[in-house]
């Protein structure tokens, strides 16, 4: 099983997450742009998503909310800017509404060969200190819980 | 006079850009975000302004078109994330169509002090290559002409 590897470079505001998936880069697209699919993986395990509004198009937008079962809720939001396509991905901003202003520019791409996809996300910050509150508030088993999910569902479309 | 600060740090993929007005933070900012008077200063003096469309708030777009004497044309959108506000600022995507996916996130503050305003612009982009390939596309003299004509025209509103 592939492992989802995450890296925050050293003085950089940057994060970067890859992962290897035994699926087409068509249908990876789909589960990361058509909101049917992306409430079936985007998130912990144990959080519920609900998806308040998603546009992915060029200056869309799009905003979700995770709720713990103790009814506490986490939203975030972002812009896509650009029309997301399978050969050029997706650019996003990002923002989690629990720290309002600390904002973020994410590129996700998806690179085929031999039937598998490798999913690369690359997320910069305004600031490194800003990138290390993003790893200090638990992103890491949040992304690898979502990239496992994500895995659980692609056979099954 | 005050004079334009630009900075590319070594390593980081990031421009600052800073100038201090003669002028209140709320005229500053509506110069930033009313297309009627963007089009008045945003560029260099030797270069014709056309805004296709503007809507500064959250996923909300923008673009326009810099035309030189020739009929050359370069165009260049992007997308507001969260609603521009005086105290908070205004953060936008930016790409020249002319690189299409070297896109950048900026943040754009407006520090009064005494009647005076800072404004302080903050780009980031992917990767320290796009940053400079910003500088090199003669970026400095362009931002240079648009801070002065800036100065020239919050006079006159």
Tied chains: 1, 2.
Excluded: C
Excluded at 114 to 120: A, F
């Amino acid at each position: 099983m592939s492992d989802t590897v995450i890296t925050a470079p050293d003085g950089l505001p940057v994060i970067e997450i890859t992962r290897e998936f035994a699926a087409p880069a068509a249908l990876l697209f789909r589960a990361y742009t058509e909101p049917d699919l992306v409430v079936q993986w985007l998130g912990p395990r144990r959080l519920t998503m609900k998806i308040d509004h998603w546009d992915a198009r060029h200056a869309g937008g799009y905003r979700y909310i995770h709720t713990d079962d103790e009814g506490n809720e986490y939203a975030f939001r972002g812009t896509f800017h650009g029309d997301p396509t399978v050969t050029e991905g997706i650019v996003q901003t990002f923002e989690w509404e629990g720290a309002p202003g600390d904002i973020a520019m994410e590129r996700i791409t998806f690179t085929e060969q031999d039937g598998r996809t490798t999913v690369h996300m690359r997320s910069v910050g305004f600031s490194v200190e800003a990138r290390d509150a993003h790893i200090a508030n638990g992103m890491e088993s949040g992304v690898r819980d979502a990239m496992d999910r994500l895995a659980e569902l692609l056979p099954t479309l």
